[in-house]
């Protein structure tokens, strides 16, 4: 009985789990098993040495979704995959002497960490590829057009410009093995060994050797002066032509820069290239020496230390430009305007003459006429060499910001000899042809008066003096000219001396420009003020004496101070220092030199008893022949 009693139970609870035990049972909350992922990574191919082989894989999961792919070499000779982590990928076939096969495997994730592999077999055979191939395509980089209402850069409107003119070269390792350069449409072509790997490289630099002839770079002032580059990626040349285009990007990412300005060289480098071609169309043998830019964004508006970036702001000295790339601060690698004007000082100082002291100045000061005539220049250069008047520069937060100058605009205040946009509205409507001009001589007669007339004057580099060469250079245009300088407060009956000029600028003492001094007369009172200024280089800081020197000997300018002031002196020739006189002290000065028979400038000018400010005195100027 017990042993059929037992039974019974056993059956009896068996029956009651075959019922599930009323409500309290849990077996429909259990957690489903997941199904693994399927991976495919293609069928198996053949291909030929250097042949571009796309493989495109694939994963599916039943249950849930892929969340991520991943590429793997197995076997074979190395190759490099375009991408690792997604579906698809590509390499180029690497050259063999016989048939080799890679296997490369595929493995798919799905979103509860469950994976699977699949692999492809890819047979390489042989080819008899031509000794060499054709690579070829186009350079860009990213330009950053201004918006012509709030004059800050506008990056939603970036176009993608050749880079032209540029170095262009084809490294296997770091050897050159080709070199050329890009075409006025950005383009490039280089006959290249086959099957070789290889990077290109774009030199943001231009360089043209015989006549004409040119040698510019842009370089970064902060990193020891190094060139800027812009590289492909290595790649095999393959069996077979293949296009390879390269673009510099802006670096923009939308609220700020992030990533590397890549384009930044490359339109400061266009904009020269722009200007060449500009002047080479008027002189065809044109040799311009060697140009250094030097650009950074580390370079900031503050003074000091240049090779960390401290420049101050943008301007040419000594052969070199140097350009501000301070985001969020002030940026002027895409002012095109700027670097042309700057251009211009540089063009000045080695083809032509600028005998500018340099200084701050903005458009409505009444400047030293040396400074008004450079800076002027400048301007008018820019909007020259653009067809361009609107002179834009950005600034600000985001560049956003920026200011704008009509170089056309002959409506403007203080008008007169020592304006510059005086200066600038006279030179760019003497250039340009538009109907509200009565003047339309383009560049090449304004070019010839710059590197010949100008460039040999007797008297200060002034617009005086240029446009004195230019009407006898052009006699025909005499009336239009005259239109066009009377406009701006200048006298029309003029020579390079300014005699006969009538606008004083505000101040009597700053008449005549000139004072002629001939040697042993008697002495001649000088007076300089600070009318407009005392920063050195506003009208009346300085005063110029003429030297009439008739016979060749020693002379001794002397000048007597009428009240404790410190006076200097400085005696040219055709813009060359011949001698001069800044020992300090408020005593005579003289200055003794061997002059021979001609005409000499001299600029004089005046500080406080201490040296240090610049003052309004006068003093008596006399030439003793010794």
């Not at 510059?420 to 409507?429: F, P």
């Not at 007669?445 to 200060?460: C, D, H, M, R, S």
Request: charged fraction near 15%; charge should be negative.
């Amino acid at each position: 009985m017990k042993i059929i009693r037992g039974t019974l139970i056993i059956t009896l609870l068996a029956l009651l789990a075959a019922c599930g035990g009323g409500s309290d049972g849990d077996s429909d909350n259990q957690t489903p098993t997941n199904q693994s992922p399927s991976a495919s990574a293609g069928a198996d191919i053949t291909v030929s040495e250097g042949e571009l082989v796309e493989l495109n894989g694939s994963g599916t999961d039943s249950d849930g979704t892929i969340s991520s792919y991943s590429w793997s070499q197995i076997n074979g000779t190395n190759v490099t995959l375009s991408s690792t982590n997604t579906a698809a990928t590509s390499f180029t076939a690497p050259a063999t002497n016989s048939s080799l096969q890679i296997t490369l495997r595929l493995t798919v994730t799905d979103d509860d960490g469950a994976s699977d592999s699949d692999d492809v077999v890819i047979t390489v055979n042989t080819e008899n590829a031509p000794e060499t191939v054709t690579v070829s395509g186009k350079v860009t980089y990213d330009n950053v057009p201004h918006n012509t209402s709030t004059n800050g850069l506008d990056y939603n409107n970036t176009t993608k410009d050749p880079v032209r003119g540029a170095t262009i070269q084809a490294l296997q390792g770091n050897s050159v093995i080709a070199s050329s350069k890009t075409d006025n449409n950005g383009n490039y072509s280089f006959n290249l060994p086959s099957l070789t790997d290889v990077r290109i490289r774009v030199r943001a630099e231009l360089t043209k050797s015989g006549s004409p002839s040119w040698n510019t770079r842009v370089v970064d002032n902060t990193n020891s002066k190094a060139l800027y580059v812009l590289d492909s990626a290595i790649f095999s040349t393959g069996a077979s032509n293949q296009t390879l285009n390269l673009n510099a990007a802006s670096g923009w990412g939308g609220s700020s820069y992030t990533s590397t300005r890549a384009a930044a060289p490359f339109h400061i480098l266009d904009r020269v290239y722009e200007t060449i071609i500009k002047l080479e169309a008027v002189d065809g043998s044109i040799n311009l020496p060697t140009l250094s830019i030097n650009w950074s964004v580390n370079n900031i508006p503050q003074s000091g230390d240049r090779t960390q970036g401290q420049i101050g702001t943008s301007f040419y000295s000594n052969g070199e430009i140097y350009l501000l790339g301070a985001e969020n601060t002030d940026t002027d690698e895409y002012d095109g305007h700027v670097i042309i004007h700057e251009w211009g000082h540089y063009f000045e100082d080695n083809l032509a003459r600028s005998d500018s002291i340099g200084g701050s100045h903005s458009g409505g000061d009444r400047l030293d006429m040396r400074v008004a005539f450079g800076e002027g220049f400048g301007n008018a250069w820019a909007g020259i060499v653009t067809d361009d008047p609107f002179y834009r520069d950005s600034l600000g937060s985001n560049q956003s910001q920026g200011f704008s100058i009509n170089v056309e605009n002959n409506n403007v205040s203080n008008k007169g000899w020592f304006n510059e946009s005086s200066v600038q509205a006279i030179l760019y409507d003497i250039y340009d042809g538009l109907t509200d001009d009565t003047a339309n001589l383009g560049l090449a007669p304004i070019y010839e008066v710059l590197i010949n007339e100008q460039k040999n004057t007797e008297a200060f580099t002034s617009i005086f003096s240029f446009i004195t060469y230019l009407k006898d250079n052009n006699p025909g245009q005499t009336t239009q000219i005259n239109s066009l300088v009377n406009e701006q407060n200048i006298v029309t009956n003029m020579d390079i001396w300014g005699s006969n000029e009538l606008n004083n600028g505000g101040n009597t003492n700053n008449l005549p420009v000139y004072v002629t001094i001939s040697p042993n007369n008697s002495a001649v009172e000088v007076c300089t003020n600070t009318t407009n200024g005392s920063d050195r280089n506003k009208l009346g800081n300085h005063r110029f004496l003429r030297l009439n020197i008739s016979t060749s000997g020693s002379y001794t300018l002397r000048l007597t101070p009428n009240a404790a002031n410190d006076v200097d002196a400085y005696i040219y020739s055709r813009g060359s220092l011949i001698a001069f006189n800044q020992d300090g002290g408020t005593g005579v000065v003289n200055v003794t030199t061997n002059l021979q028979s001609g005409i000499y400038v001299v600029d004089t000018l005046a500080y406080d008893s201490g040296g240090t400010n610049i003052a309004a005195a006068c003093y008596d100027a006399q030439l003793i022949s010794n």
